[in-house]
């Protein structure tokens, strides 16, 4: 669903939106592509967007813009490799060209079935593939990081940026460990962004109808919510586990940042945030 949200959210006029990712909309496919130029239907999936009771589809667009913003902060600092975690649909190295114009290796790790539907995607929608990125098929249930990546060509001692997006909250708190303390020993000035869910959601004791609302709507979809974070603990939870906090992003954080003007209106799911914090040396 987050490739539709960022589809859609590219149909709005170029003043409201908040994030643009026609890459999206490439992804989507010819069928998509003939929909998204009758105005009127495209307006009526902004409005049925708009009316999630949860707010969780206006948050994954802001989600997008945050990322995006800080990891031309991380090009602009040097980053040599970029690793995305559970990359799904992320379209980030096809949009960023200055990845490949810097020689910024990107390599994508997710599920092996989504990665082969992924790259056929690509392949369909691009013609063909940046040469400085990598697919890593990986079962973050079974396999481990610091087994695949080194094989894929990831180079340990390089300042590294790693993105993961939308995945935490369907891993186990194992598997989060792992992923963090694989991460927590790569190269000096290596960061980390993700987001998380706040831990009331997932055990249900936030006594909020947007998040039972998301609660079932991902039981359902067969994606239970497994793993969240108390709120106003992550810089802790991150010190424990080899990180320094660099900004930990509310929903209302994002709200004031990116929704000026019309987009004053649109509600943001308010348990979750987004998490930035470098390795510590």
């Known amino acids: 669903m987050t490739l539709t ?92 060209t200055r990845l490949q114009q810097g020689g910024v290796r990107v390599i994508e790790v997710d599920q092996p079935y989504t990665q082969r539907l992924k790259v056929w995607t690509v392949g369909k929608a691009l013609g063909s593939f940046p040469k400085n990125v990598v697919y890593v098929p990986l079962d973050f249930a079974i396999e481990k990081l610091a087994v695949k990546l080194p094989k894929a060509g990831y180079q340990g001692n390089l300042k590294t940026l790693f993105i993961w997006e939308g995945v935490t909250m369907y891993l186990t708190a194992e598997a989060v460990d792992q992923t963090l303390a694989f991460i927590a020993s790569s190269g000096e000035g290596s960061c980390i962004v993700f987001d998380y869910l706040f831990e009331s959601v997932v055990d249900g004791t936030s006594g909020s109808l947007e998040a039972e609302i998301l609660r079932r709507s991902c039981a359902a979809m067969h994606e239970p919510l497994l793993f969240g974070i108390e709120d106003n603990t992550i810089e802790r939870f991150l010190s424990s586990r080899g990180f320094s906090l660099l900004e930990n992003v509310t929903s209302k954080a994002l709200k004031d940042a990116y929704f000026g003007g019309k987009g004053q209106q649109r509600k943001l799911f308010p348990l979750q945030a987004i998490a930035c914090a470098r390795v510590r040396r």
Do not use: H, N
Request: proline residues 2%.
């Open 5 to 96: 949200y960022r589809a859609i959210e590219s149909l709005r006029p170029t003043d409201e939106q908040v994030c643009s990712d026609t890459i999206a909309s490439s992804f989507m496919g010819a069928l998509w592509s003939r929909i998204a130029r009758i105005r009127i239907v495209t307006r009526l999936l902004i409005r049925s967007v708009d009316r999630d009771q949860s707010g969780s589809p206006t948050f994954v667009v802001a989600r997008t813009r945050y990322i995006d913003d800080f990891l031309k902060l991380q090009i602009e600092d040097g980053i040599k490799q970029l690793v995305i975690l559970g990359g799904g649909y992320d379209s980030r190295a096809y949009r960023f």
